[in-house]
């Protein structure tokens, strides 16, 4: 367990080296956002892809699901006409006029998804291999994709989106 303290009003940002399986370091960004506190970092959470092809799986895997669920409550409810959902090279987005689009897309680089949302703004979501989810890593409660896109859709349509591989 690594602690990050931050006293003051300015941000401070903090890497964390971690050694991967092949025994390279990676630099994990985290961000400490409250006036005073103590941010505890488990660093057994953070999954390190063995290779860029597990991650591209997972990511792929979790966007289609996303797409599938999102084609399936939007039909039954009969906003297909207005909403359109369409995933091409790692990118999900989901238009949903006139409240604006979101935009889910794979970060190679990272290895997060990123998501930006015209309710809760940008987001990366790192991937917790323990538990079969993606939790945005920059906040003071963690809070998952799932979680963060069921929210939102409930918000906007009052229906509940069933995301059974996605949490």
């Not at 290779?51 to 399936?72: F, G, N």
Request: one cysteine or more.
């Amino acid at each position: 367990m690594t602690t990050i303290s931050r006293l003051g009003r300015s941000t401070i940002y903090t890497s964390v080296l971690e050694k991967s399986t092949k025994g390279i370091l990676k630099k994990l960004p985290f961000s400490c956002t409250n006036f005073v506190e103590q941010c505890k970092i488990d660093l057994n959470r953070i999954r390190l892809f063995h290779s860029e092809a597990q991650y591209h799986a997972v990511a792929d895997e979790t966007l289609e699901s996303i797409q599938d669920s999102l084609d399936d409550l939007f039909e039954l409810k009969g906003h297909d006409e207005e909403v359109e959902v369409s995933l091409s090279s790692g990118v999900l987005t989901i238009a949903m006029p006139p409240h604006g689009t979101w935009v889910l897309n794979k970060q190679t680089p990272n290895r997060q998804l990123w998501w930006s949302s015209p309710l809760s703004g940008p987001r990366r979501y790192e991937y917790d291999e323990d538990q079969g989810l993606w939790y945005f890593t920059r906040s003071d409660n963690v809070e998952s994709l799932g979680e963060a896109l069921k929210e939102e859709i409930h918000h906007i349509y009052q229906v509940d989106l069933q995301l059974d591989d996605v949490q």
